[in-house]
């Protein structure tokens, strides 16, 4: 199975400052026939369920704002918030789809300072 | 829109048996594969597998086969999941997830665009 394996598991981070989490994957996403990272990254608000953000590491799903993104490629990924809003309180997960069983970091909480 | 609209939270004693809704609409449900998910109380996210929703082939997570069963019924476009012999760590919130790659072969490697809001399942004396 391929370990997700995100950092830190919560952090703080002040309103309109960067907030940064980290996704590494005990193998590599990255499919070399198509040049694409099989992974995607999700937002769970507390009493919700997750919210797709971000897939093939980078393409944000439509309505996402931009202040969210994706970068990375192979084993390690990072999703970053440039300016956090009140709105942006949420755990969010990394998850693989390059084999089975699919599988889901451990999350990141964030929550303003 | 697409919706994905789950049953109500259940409460069953250890040993009994549950079946869980997930009913789909806003798109035509044999092009997307569901998926389910388990969430432990405050903890993350878990695949369970998925149902091919032309074949109705189900594909089971390891951990998930056994106790576990996806179905589905075309005719009200809602997929189900059954678990029996309930144990007090089944106790979790169970979502269904849409694919968002439309797999229609026998592999689905996908991520998941729609979620259903869940259906919190108590195993309790």
């Known amino acids: 199975d391929i370990v997700m394996t995100q950092s830190p598991d919560s952090l703080a981070v002040s309103l309109g400052e960067r907030a940064t989490i980290n996704c590494k994957s005990s193998?590599?996403?990255?499919?070399?026939?198509?040049?694409?990272?099989?992974l995607a990254w999700y937002q769970q608000k507390p009493g919700q369920p997750p919210k797709l953000l971000i897939y093939?590491?980078?393409t944000r799903e439509s309505g996402v704002p931009d202040r969210f993104s994706g970068s990375g490629s192979g084993t390690d990924f990072t999703l970053t918030i440039s300016s956090l809003q009140a709105e942006d309180v949420a755990a969010y997960y990394c998850?693989?789809?390059?084999?089975?069983?699919?599988?889901f970091g451990g999350g990141t909480k964030v929550e303003i300072k | 829109q697409v919706q994905l609209v789950q049953s109500g939270s259940e409460l069953k004693e250890p040993g009994a048996s549950v079946k869980v809704s997930c009913k789909a609409s806003?798109?035509?449900?044999?092009?997307?594969?569901l998926s389910w998910v388990r969430q432990a109380p405050g903890q993350g996210l878990e695949w369970m597998g998925w149902?091919?929703?032309?074949?109705?082939?189900?594909t089971y997570a390891q951990g998930f086969t056994g106790r576990f069963v996806f179905s589905l019924d075309t005719s009200v476009n809602t997929a189900y999941l059954q678990i029996s012999n309930l144990k007090a760590e089944d106790t979790a919130i169970y979502y269904c997830a849409r694919d968002a790659r439309g797999c229609t072969g026998t592999d689905c490697f996908t991520y998941f665009d729609d979620w259903g809001q869940g259906t919190l399942v108590t195993v309790s004396p």
């Open positions: 149902i091919n929703t032309n074949t109705r082939k189900p």
């Open positions: 193998q590599n996403l990255l499919y070399t026939s198509n040049k694409k990272n099989y």
């Open positions: 093939w590491a980078s």
């Open positions: 998850q693989q789809y390059y084999s089975y069983p699919l599988t």
């Open positions: 806003g798109y035509t449900f044999t092009t997307n594969a």
